[in-house]
Each structure stands twice: as C-alpha cells, then as structure tokens.
C-alpha cells in the first residue's frame, strides 16, 4: 500500500546526490552518520543535513544504539521501499512505498519523546 506525496517536493529530495546515496547505503542496514559520512565520502555535517531532510519526508527512520558505558548513538535506515511516479491527466502523481507502518511511525514518535 503506498502514500501519495508531492512530487515535486521528493522529487527536489532526490535530486541531492548524497541524499540519494544515503538512501541507497541504509537500504538493507542501520547505519551511523559517521558511517555514512564515510560510505557517501562527505563530511558528517552534510550527512546530518541530508538525514533532516530525508527524516522530515519519511524517507529514513531513526532508532537509538544504546550501548553498555551508558552511551547511546543513533542509526538510520532507509524507510522506502518503492518509489512510483505515474502520468495522470492532472499531471503527475508520486506514491512512496514505506518499510514501516503508521503504527511503527507512532511507536517510534513516542519512543523519541
């Protein structure tokens, strides 16, 4: 089941290289911004501005790593599936495909209050 979108708006998303490249190496794992900054070869500022860009579109999610010293990190995970454009007699229409459910959207809105 997909959610129409403004094209326009994921369209001008996608057009950024690196946002496309985070999307493209969070796809099958959670990954650190550092870890991004170094697959997408960009400085961890820009990676930071892409993911709130993307995250504003619900194009990745984010979970917290807690880890044992008390610490924790965050990664992120691509969250779309499939991306559709179709040409309708209004123009055209972009549906996004999400990983996740509106409920694990909400789980996760609670989670990061």
Not at 21 to 28: D, N, P
Not at 39 to 50: F, L, N, Q
Not at 55 to 69: F, G, I, K, N, Y
Request: glycine share 4%; with cysteine.
């Amino acid at each position: 089941m997909g959610e129409d979108c403004d094209v326009e708006t994921i369209g001008g998303v996608l057009e950024d290289d690196v946002a496309r490249s985070i999307l493209v190496h969070a796809r099958t794992e959670a990954l650190s911004a550092s870890a991004l900054a170094d697959r997408c070869d960009v400085s961890t500022v820009t990676i930071y501005r892409r993911l709130e860009t993307l995250r504003e579109h619900d194009l990745v999610s984010a979970s917290t790593v807690p880890e044992r010293d008390g610490n924790h990190y965050k990664v992120y995970r691509t969250n779309v599936r499939r991306l559709t454009v179709d040409l309708t007699e209004e123009g055209f229409e972009l549906t996004v495909e999400r990983n996740d459910t509106p409920a694990d959207r909400f789980t996760r809105l609670i989670e990061e209050m």
